[in-house]
């Protein structure tokens, strides 16, 4: 079993729509969850941090579930725009009390008109 | 600006020659950290650093070296031990764990 799984897809939604995904991870003791973005050819750019208490930030809104060990991502009203493909990452814990950043492979999403 | 700079964008290398990767931050992050990735893949470490003159391996060290001499600073080295080089390569720095990343260098070797 991967130590962080993600659909990789593509979600084909139409604009306007709301749009989940979710991304588990094996490690029960992992910590410090976050959503990254990344666009063809480029470069992964923070989206946000993932918190028990839930994130939202306009119309994103992310979730963890450490019960059940998987974080979301909501994304409500898609635009074109957001299309892109969406990388989880958990951290890990590794020797001598540090964690090391695990990313999933990525859900991509196609917004279309 | 603040941010982080990799050079070359683009990098051509013959089999069998060693070539260094730039990454530079004027964030001032501690840590810092190469990932490699490949078509339709996620990102894999290859090397973090979490302070000056102090480095781990990550999953895919095999191949590849770095140093940290300097916080602003954290080359990496791809050796001719590297079976596969030919790869999207991006650095991060970061603080808590947020990372933020340079554009990246895509080397080919031939």
């Known amino acids: 079993r991967k130590e962080v799984e993600q659909d990789p897809g593509p979600f084909n939604v139409p604009e306007g729509a709301t749009v989940a995904f979710n991304c588990t991870y094996s490690?029960?003791?992992?910590?410090?969850f976050f959503w990254y973005r990344q666009d063809c050819r480029k470069e992964p750019k923070l989206l946000m941090s993932v918190y028990s208490s839930g994130n939202e930030d306009g119309r994103f809104t992310a979730q963890l579930n450490r019960a059940s060990q998987y974080i979301s991502l909501l994304i409500r009203d898609s635009k074109l725009s957001d299309s892109a493909t969406y990388l989880c990452v958990v951290n890990l814990p590794a020797s001598g009390g540090s964690y090391i950043p695990t990313f999933g492979r990525g859900t991509s999403l196609i917004v279309h008109p | 600006d603040g941010g982080i700079t990799q050079s070359p964008k683009y990098l051509f290398r013959k089999e069998g020659q060693n070539v260094t990767l730039s990454c530079e931050q004027n964030l001032n992050h501690d840590a810092m950290y190469w990932y490699r990735q490949d078509p339709g893949q996620g990102l894999r470490l290859i090397y973090y650093?979490?302070?000056?003159?102090?480095?781990q391996k990550g999953d895919i060290a095999e191949g590849y070296s770095v140093s940290r001499e300097k916080k602003e600073s954290f080359p990496l080295t791809v050796t001719s031990a590297q079976k596969n080089p030919t790869a999207f390569y991006l650095c991060?720095?970061?603080?808590?764990?947020?990372?933020?990343f340079g554009p990246g260098t895509r080397l080919t070797v031939t």
């Open positions: 650093s979490q302070i000056v003159n102090d480095f």
């Open positions: 991060a720095s970061g603080r808590r764990y947020e990372q933020y």
């Open positions: 490690n029960s003791a992992s910590q410090s």
